[in-house]
């Protein structure tokens, strides 16, 4: 994949020799809009399935999850939880997520002294400090899962795997000809390929959505 991108961002920098933009050079820019695509679009995303709650523990670390997002080819590092469900019997419950002002005011007060299934969840700080709290406070070891968000791994050659998917992987090269193009100050020509990404932002946005009924069986009135 990495070889495909340098075909493709050198020629839309019109420099398909490498005269001006080495491979390694244009490699570190492909590498740099690969994470800003997936910040922005929150892709990768894992279902960490490992993970269990302590009893009367309250906080997690982001970081609990390094271990089976690093599992999965081509993904580095979580960066954000947006997901947590718990099992209670023989089902997973999904958690409601709440502002972390409003679970500190509304949920932290009780002060681990309401234990039982977890309802709800909220999240502190950002990237690899984030922190996941739970309430109520876990009363026992129950299984969890994790929706989480990462980064994906740095391409080096063309056998990395792209963890990346299909349109966003479109946009690669234009977000890194923009860069290219800044290193020059050519800023006219870094506009001209934002406005690309933007558009094709979007594009792949509405085209990944997929159609949605909220009943494809309503009751007959």
Do not use: H
């Not at 997936?38 to 399935?49: D, E, G, K, N």
């Not at 406070?137 to 989480?148: E, L, R």
């Amino acid at each position: 994949m990495l070889n495909s991108y340098l075909t493709d961002t050198a020629a839309l920098l019109n420099d398909t020799n490498n005269l001006f933009y080495s491979p390694a050079f244009l490699t570190n820019f492909i590498n740099r809009a690969r994470r800003w695509i997936a910040i922005q679009t929150l892709q990768p995303r894992v279902l960490v399935t490992t993970l269990s709650t302590v009893a009367n523990q309250e906080a997690y670390a982001i970081t609990l999850a390094n271990a089976a997002v690093a599992a999965v080819p081509g993904v580095a590092s979580p960066y954000g939880v947006w997901g947590v469900a718990v099992a209670e019997a023989n089902y997973f419950i999904a958690l409601g997520r709440m502002d972390f002002p409003s679970f500190q005011a509304y949920r932290r007060i009780l002060n681990n002294t309401a234990q039982n299934y977890p309802d709800k969840f909220s999240t502190y700080n950002r990237g690899a400090a984030q922190v996941i709290y739970l309430s109520l406070v876990p009363a026992a070891v129950y299984a969890m899962i994790w929706d989480v968000a990462c980064i994906p791994v740095n391409l080096v050659d063309d056998t990395t795997i792209e963890a990346l998917p299909e349109p966003w992987t479109e946009i690669i090269p234009f977000k890194a000809a923009s860069y290219a193009c800044e290193t020059q100050q050519r800023w006219a020509d870094a506009e001209e390929f934002d406005d690309d990404v933007e558009r094709m932002m979007a594009e792949a946005s509405v085209a990944s959505v997929p159609f949605l009924s909220p009943d494809w069986y309503p009751e007959k009135r």
